[in-house]
C-alpha cells in the first residue's frame, strides 16, 4: 500500500492545481468526508467540538462544521490563539463557514462533546503551543472522543515521533494515503482507527510523489511464492542450515531449524559444536545434523555447493568465533541474527565489506540494542526516523535491514523500505526473534531475493502470532507459520 511523507502532500496539492483541480475543491471533500465520519461514529454526540488551527487543516475543520450544522448537529468552533486562516483555501472555508469562533483557552469539556482536532496536519514543524497542551490535557482528562483531522495534532507525519504534546485519537480521517508517521510508533497509537478517504487526487500524482516506503504487504513477495513444480527436488527447495550454539543454548537453533522447515525449506540442517550433538539429536525429527566445530570443519561444510543458505546468531555466542564463522560465509546467502551481530560491535566495517560485491545476500535482524552495537551514530541521530535508520544502515551493510520491534521496519540498500503492521504485542516472547531468523532463512533458500525473504518472513511471522492467539510462546508460534 502507498505511504506519503508530509512534504509530499503540498506538492501533490500544487500539482492537482495545475492540473486544474482547485485546492479548495479537495478541501471540500476532505472536511465534508470528517463531517460524515463524525455523524456515523457518534450519532449521539451532543455537541461536536471542531478546534482549528492556522493553515489548510484548519480549512478543513471550517468545511467539517459547516457540513454539521447543515446536518442539523450542534456545533462550537474553537480556534487557535493567533491562528487566523493564513491561506486562500482556509480563509475561504472560514468565511462560509456560519459558526461563532472562540478562543481555544475558552474551550470547557462537557459530558457528550465529540472533539475534530483540524488544529494542524501535515504542515505541523515544530512542538505545539502551550494553549494546545492545555487544551489537550482538558479533552484528554475528560475522556471524550477524538476525531483526528488527517494526523493527530503533534505527531510528525514522517517519524511518527510526538514533537511535544499530541493528541490521542480515536479515529483518524486522512486523505490520499497514510502518511509514514501513523504507522510508526508512538504516532500509531495516536492516530487510534485509520480511515483513508479518496479526496480525487489523480492516482498518478499520488503515485508520483508517494514514499519509495511502503506498507508490508504478500504483494512484495508473490511472485516468488508460486507452488512447487512437480518435479521439485528438496535442494531446489533451499538447503538451510542452521548454526547451533554450546549444548546449553541449542535450543534457539532448534527453534530457527523448526520454523524453516515449517516454512518450505527444502532441507534444514543444524550444524553444531560436538558438545551440543547429543542434545540436539535427542530433540529432532525431520532435521539433519552435522558436526561443525571450527574453522576447518566450516570450510568442508561449504565444499557441498548444494549449501548456499545460512543462519548464525541465534544462542551462538559472541566473539571471534561467530566473526571468523560470518566472515567465512561471506559469498553465500546469510542470516545474521543476535549474537553474531553483536560480535562485530568493534568492527562492523569488517562484516560490511565482506558483503559489499554482487547481489545482495546479508540479512541482519537487529533489534534497537543490537542496532545500536552497529550503527552507534545512526541510532543516536534523533532527526531520523526508524525508516531512515533503516534505510542509511541498509545502505552501509550492504544488507537488508529488519529493524525489529512494534513497528518493525525493512529496508535494501536501493532505499526500499516496508513498514509491518501485523504484528500482535504477544509476539514479545522468548524465542520470537529465533523464529524469525529461520523464516528470513526458509525464504533466502528458496531462493526469494533478499528484500523479499526479509518482508515474508516478517509478516508471516505476525501473521502466525494473530492465529495463534493468546499464550504465546515461540514453540507454539512455529506451528501457526502457514506459507
Ligand atoms: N492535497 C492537499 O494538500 C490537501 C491538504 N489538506 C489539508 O491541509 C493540511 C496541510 O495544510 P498546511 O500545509 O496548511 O499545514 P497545517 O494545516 O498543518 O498548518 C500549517 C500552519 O501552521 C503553522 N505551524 C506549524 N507548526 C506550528 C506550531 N507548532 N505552532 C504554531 N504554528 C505552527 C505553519 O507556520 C503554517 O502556517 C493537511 O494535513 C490536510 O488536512 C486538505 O485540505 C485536502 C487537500
Ligand atoms: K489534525
Redesign the pocket.
Known amino acids: 500500500m502507498l505511504l506519503i511523507e ?1 512534504d509530499a ?6 500539482a ?1 492545481i495545475t492540473s486544474g483541480i482547485p ?2 475543491a ?6 465534508r468526508a470528517v463531517s460524515a465520519a463524525a455523524l456515523r461514529d457518534y450519532p449521539g454526540a451532543l455537541r461536536y467540538v471542531v478546534l482549528v ?8 475543520g471550517y ?1 467539517a462544521a459547516k457540513a454539521l450544522i447543515e446536518a442539523g448537529a450542534t456545533v462550537a468552533l474553537f480556534r ?1 490563539f ?2 487566523q486562516p ?2 486562500d ?2 480563509k475561504r ?1 472560514a468565511a462560509e463557514c456560519a459558526c461563532p469562533v472562540q478562543k481555544l483557552e475558552e474551550y470547557v469539556p462537557m459530558k457528550g462533546d465529540v472533539v475534530i482536532d ?12 502551550a494553549s ?1 497542551i492545555a487544551c489537550i490535557d482538558k479533552v484528554q482528562s475528560a475522556g471524550l472522543p477524538v476525531i483526528a ?3 493527530a ?1 503533534g505527531v510528525c ?1 514522517r517519524t511518527g515521533r510526538i ?2 504534546g499530541a493528541l490521542h485519537a480515536d479515529l483518524t480521517v ?3 494515503a497514510p502518511k509514514i508517521g501513523q504507522m510508526l510508533l508512538p504516532g500509531r497509537i495516536h492516530s487510534g482507527r485509520l480511515e483513508v478517504i479518496d ?1 480525487g ?1 489523480p492516482l498518478r500524482l499520488l503515485e508520483r510523489f508517494a514514499s519509495s516506503t511502503g506498507i508490508n504487504h504478500p504483494a512484495v513477495w508473490q511472485i516468488y511464492s508460486g507452488p512447487r513444480a512437480a518435479d521439485t527436488h528438496k535442494y531446489s527447495h533451499g538447503a538451510l542450515t542452521v548454526f547451533s550454539g554450546g549444548a546449553s543454548q541449542s535450543g534457539a537453533a532448534r527453534l530457527a531449524a523448526a520454523a524453516a522447515l515449517r516454512a518450505g525449506a527444502g532441507l534444514v540442517t543444524i550444524a553444531a559444536p560436538t558438545e551440543a550433538m547429543a542434545v540436539n539429536a535427542n530433540h529432532m525429527t525431520a532435521i539433519m545434523l552435522r558436526e561443525v566445530d571450527d574453522q576447518n570443519d566450516l570450510a568442508q561444510l561449504l565444499e557441498d555447493k548444494r549449501l548456499q543458505t545460512f543462519i548464525l546468531g541465534p544462542g551462538f555466542g559472541v566473539g571471534d568465533k561467530a566473526r571468523d564463522f560470518a566472515l567465512a560465509l561471506a559469498t553465500r546467502r546469510l542470516v545474521l541474527d543476535a549474537d553474531a551481530i553483536t560480535s562485530f560491535r568493534d568492527r562492523p566495517e569488517d562484516l560490511f565489506d565482506a558483503f559489499a560485491l554482487g547481489e545482495t545476500r546479508l540479512i541482519l535482524t537487529p533489534h534497537d540494542g543490537e542496532f545500536s552495537r552497529l550503527f552507534p551514530d545512526l541510532a543516536a541521530n534523533q532527526a531520523l526516523s526508524k525508516v531512515e535508520r533503516a534505510q542509511h544502515a541498509a545502505r552501509r551493510a550492504h544488507a537488508v535491514v529488519i529493524l525489529k520491534g512494534a513497528d518493525t521496519v525493512i529496508a535494501d540498500p536501493a532505499g526500499r523500505a516496508t513498514i509491518n503492521i501485523n504484528a500482535p504485542p504477544s509476539l514479545a516472547t522468548a524465542g520470537s526473534g529465533d523464529v524469525l531468523a529461520g523464516l528470513c532463512g526458509a525464504f533466502l533458500a528458496q531462493n526469494y531475493p533478499a528484500f523479499a525473504a526479509a518482508c515474508a518472513a516478517v509478516w508471516h511471522h505476525g501473521d502466525a502470532a494473530q492465529r495463534a492467539g493468546a499464550g504465546l510462546t515461540a514453540e507454539r508460534l512455529i506451528n501457526f507459520i502457514e506459507t
Do not use: E, Q, Y
Not at 502532500?9 to 500544487?14: M, P, R, T, Y
Open positions: 508530509p502532500v503540498a506538492k501533490i496539492d500544487s492537482c485546492g479548495f479537495l478541501m471540500n471533500v476532505a472536511g488551527g492556522p493553515g489548510n487543516n484548519g480549512g478543513d468545511v487557535l493567533d491562528g493564513t491561506t483555501d482556509a472555508a483540524a488544529v494542524f496536519g501535515a504542515g505541523l514543524t515544530r512542538g505545539l503551543p494546545l483531522v488527517d494526523i495534532s507525519g514533537l511535544a486522512t486523505f490520499m479526496i487526487t
